[in-house]
């Protein structure tokens, strides 16, 4: 499988080897390496991965980047310097500072503590989501959640409702959230969960490439025709295949939920069904398959590390590029402001996106003031700053107090959260059969969403 040897994906392996050259001798300092395209077709793996191999050598040090000359081996190692992950906020501390800030503050609080949240096929999913994503030992009764896990938590009586206990609080702290983010962590017209940080999707654009090309650059205004006919408009291949893709299009649910939305759609009916396979649903996907099958669409692939999109558009490897916040911070520390911009997706119907948020609530059970005490200090001054590095996303608590860019904030107003059920299984029913066919690049017909949704269902 491309990006892997051994069980080691290319990535670190490609690293490892250069910098094992670098420490024996035999890439001796101010030796020019292979450019990326030259390590591509040697290894017989994609750019992006190359890309990224050599972006870890240069945060530890090791390389430079010339601008035009390529990439070289340094005299001797820099020392590491840590950063925050959005660079372009004057108002957010470096990295330890805020750690050391949040740490004098409440240093009870470890955010490490917390796992990343995910889906999985578990048989004991309620009991195996609460344990992977609580707080533990040090923050009982805290749990991290998203938007998709907040209805399956809530339906089972899992999570206890926060209004009561917010209400009786003099920490004002639900004003300093945006009442979109509320919403979006509320069940049955209860909010069960603070949000801690939000990603919205949206198109950035590589000023770069459309200058070069001769190309008026999306003012927000575009279309569906407008997105596909650009992402061949601005794709450059020729016989060695492509040098700059047209889109690349970060390869998640969120990436092809916005187009549903807009086209009036939904992945569930009111009673819990799923309904993929109804006009506006099928329309948007179908829409989106021809789109991903261009030749000149590239997309986040499994074994790529995050920042591979980031990495193929700083390096004019892509045109535009399908989006959340995370990518805005990558592309805040790769590229200088005039190179890149962002607008909202391309519309269909209507213009609207869709939003994850991650949020923290209180597991069911006794002592709740105590544990509601340990919720507040997530939120006081400094806190949201160190929660919101730890996933690198965007902070949900005043972002735009924070520098969080207005045309995120605005996008909120025709934000909708990506797929949701009261189903244990529903999001993971729905997102991994239509990924597994995207990914193959196929091309999406009625017969197969019909078929999808007998399947689905059956099994909810």
């Not at 025709?225 to 492509?242: Q, S, Y």
């Not at 398959?289 to 261009?294: D, I």
């Not at 919101?388 to 735009?400: G, I």
């Not at 949701?420 to 990914?439: F, K, M, P």
Request: hydrophobic share 40%; net charge negative.
């Amino acid at each position: 499988m491309e990006g892997t040897n051994r069980g080691i994906p290319m990535t670190r392996r490609i690293a490892a080897e250069m910098e094992e050259r670098i420490a024996d001798g035999t890439l001796p300092a101010g030796s020019r390496l292979p450019s990326v395209r030259e390590l591509a077709v040697r290894y017989g793996i994609s750019t992006a991965v190359c890309l990224s191999a050599y972006r870890a050598l240069e945060k530890k040090g090791l390389v430079e980047r010339r601008a035009g000359s390529g990439t070289f081996v340094c005299g001797t190692p820099a020392a590491a310097d840590p950063k925050n992950y959005f660079y372009s906020w004057d108002c957010v501390l470096p990295s330890m500072e805020a750690a050391r800030l949040a740490a004098s503050l409440s240093p009870e609080l470890e955010f490490s503590a917390f796992p990343a949240s995910t889906y999985d096929y578990n048989p004991d999913y309620l009991d195996w989501i609460i344990s992977r994503n609580s707080g533990g030992e040090s923050h009982p009764g805290l749990i991290v959640l998203d938007e998709g896990q907040l209805p399956v938590l809530a339906s089972e009586k899992a999570l206890l409702p926060l209004d009561d206990l917010l209400d009786g609080s003099d920490f004002p702290v639900r004003d300093g959230f945006p009442p979109e983010l509320l919403r979006s962590l509320s069940f049955g017209g209860k909010l069960y969960a603070l949000p801690l940080a939000f990603n919205p999707v949206f198109l950035c654009y590589n000023r770069r490439v459309f200058r070069r090309r001769g190309v008026a650059e999306p003012d927000g205004s575009w279309n569906w025709d407008d997105l596909l006919r650009h992402a061949e408009l601005l794709t450059d291949a020729g016989p060695e295949g492509v040098s700059c893709y047209g889109l690349a299009i970060l390869f998640t649910p969120n990436s092809y939920v916005p187009f549903v939305f807009q086209n009036d759609g939904e992945f569930f009916d009111r009673n819990g069904n799923c309904v993929i396979d109804s006009e506006p649903a099928f329309e948007a996907l179908s829409f989106f398959s021809e789109l991903y099958r261009l030749p000149g669409v590239c997309s986040h692939r499994h074994g790529d590390p995050r920042s591979a999109l980031a990495d193929l558009m700083s390096n004019d490897f892509a045109a535009m590029l399908i989006g959340d916040g995370i990518d805005y911070a990558m592309l805040c520390e790769r590229m200088p402001p005039d190179d890149w911009g962002m607008v909202k997706l391309p519309a269909g119907k209507r213009s609207a996106t869709s939003l994850s948020v991650w949020g923290i609530g209180l597991s069911a059970g006794p002592r709740a003031q105590e544990r509601f005490a340990l919720l507040e200090r997530c939120f006081r001054p400094g806190h949201w700053v160190d929660c919101c590095r730890s996933v690198n996303t965007l902070p949900a608590y005043e972002p735009a107090a924070n520098h969080v860019p207005p045309l995120i904030t605005e996008l909120l107003r025709e934000a909708y959260p990506s797929i949701q059920s009261t189903s244990r299984h529903a999001v993971n029913a729905v997102s991994e059969t239509i990924q597994l066919l995207l990914a193959h690049k196929l091309r999406l017909t009625r017969e197969q969403c019909r078929e999808f949704c007998r399947k689905i269902n059956a099994r909810l």
